[in-house]
């Protein structure tokens, strides 16, 4: 890496002290996203680049509104593929957008604009993947490598920085950043990336449907979301897993590293405990045989109750409950009784004896 120390560029000192940040999920791409010369990028102009460097300090600075403490970027990239240090490693940016975007990864540039200068060079996109690595290396940055317009309203980091580095942010000779670009499946990454089918069902990295939206919900309800910056959504994304897996540790799992067992890809007894049913078994299996009515009776326990109330559950007749929510047991109680009731009222063919008691119809209809 060809690095330009503040030194080096002729920085101005910083004008507030700078946030110390400990380490990130991983970077994010940034352009000027004003006109920058085209002439910047001519292979005898660099001696220019660390004068525009200065300038793009100055105007940070400059900025009232934002009352910038520096220039906002962790690290800035000149046409020439030099790596000039902004604020540097284990220092928050301030150009992500907000606070929580601004702590969740660094920020580094391009010297590349929404006009004149649009396309970068190879030789930048080199010092970009350089950059990145310095960030890893030195700044305990983790594997995402996003554009400034992931989780936040902007054109940045323009068109074609953002579809290199939707393709990997790889280096021109098709490697990428040492631990992978953490966006696309290739490339070694510590965070796992396998899928596992949960009764017919896939989670995991890359899996979607509306299952994988209701985990994210689930996640989110219980307080496991601050990997989300967007979504939850229909599809698994890296933030699913890393929210899963602090569901996972807050269990008592251990181990967050691929396939251990708070890897963030779910197995059916988190999974059940995490929505209090298990999504898929009764839309693909058959329903099971009815037990009979004298595995309900009111203040007696039965193994068929707790399938019930996980019916139940899953269909959302649970408002009555002891003060403490619907949970699934044995026992059928005055509440089994009042939602089995509630149920049998939703049903046309079931309305006319809600008396709560499952018979054979109540019970295929709500396992159904
Ligand atoms: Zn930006
Ligand atoms: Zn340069």
């Not at 702590?103 to 004149?116: N, P």
């Amino acid at each position: 890496m060809q690095l330009v120390t503040r030194a080096q560029w002729g920085a101005q000192p910083s004008r507030y002290e700078l946030v110390y940040i400990a380490s990130t999920q991983g970077v994010k791409i940034h352009y000027e996203g004003s006109y920058v010369p085209k002439s910047l990028a001519d292979p005898d102009a660099h001696d220019a680049c660390a004068g525009h460097m200065r300038d793009i300090q100055a105007a940070h600075l400059a900025n009232t509104a934002e009352d910038y403490s520096d220039i906002a970027y962790n690290a800035v990239v000149c046409p020439h593929g030099a790596v000039f240090e902004g604020r540097g490693v284990h220092r928050r940016t301030a150009a992500n957008g907000n606070q929580t975007l601004n702590t969740a990864h660094y920020a580094v540039c391009a010297m590349v604009g929404s006009s004149g200068l649009v396309q970068p060079t190879d030789a930048q996109l080199n010092g970009l993947v350089d950059a990145i690595e310095w960030m890893r290396s030195g700044g305990d940055a983790g594997s995402e490598v996003r554009g400034h317009r992931d989780g936040y309203a902007t054109a940045c980091p323009g068109d074609a920085l953002y579809a290199w580095v939707q393709a990997g942010a790889r280096r021109p000779d098709g490697t990428g950043p040492i631990g992978g670009s953490g966006d696309g499946t290739s490339g070694g990454t510590e965070i796992a990336r396998y899928q596992v089918t949960i009764n017919g069902l896939t989670y995991g990295y890359g899996a979607s449907g509306d299952h994988v939206t209701k985990v994210g919900q689930a996640l989110v309800a219980k307080g496991f979301g601050r990997h989300y910056e967007v979504g939850p959504g229909p599809t698994w994304s890296d933030a699913d897993t890393r929210n899963y897996s602090d569901y996972q540790v807050s269990l008592g799992y251990s181990g967050t590293a691929a396939h251990q067992d708070a890897d963030g890809v779910p197995g059916a007894v988190t999974l059940e405990q995490l929505l209090g049913y298990l999504p898929g078994s009764t839309s693909t299996t058959a329903v099971p045989p009815f037990p009979g009515r004298s595995a309900f009776v009111l203040g007696k326990s039965n193994p068929a109750v707790v399938r019930l109330d996980r019916a139940l559950i899953r269909k959302g007749f649970t408002r009555h409950h002891d003060g403490n929510g619907y949970q699934a047991g044995p026992k059928f109680t005055q509440y089994t009784r009042k939602n089995v009731a509630d149920f049998q009222r939703s049903v046309k063919a079931l309305a006319g004896d809600p008396d709560g008691y499952p018979g054979p119809e109540t019970w295929r209809r709500l396992l159904s």
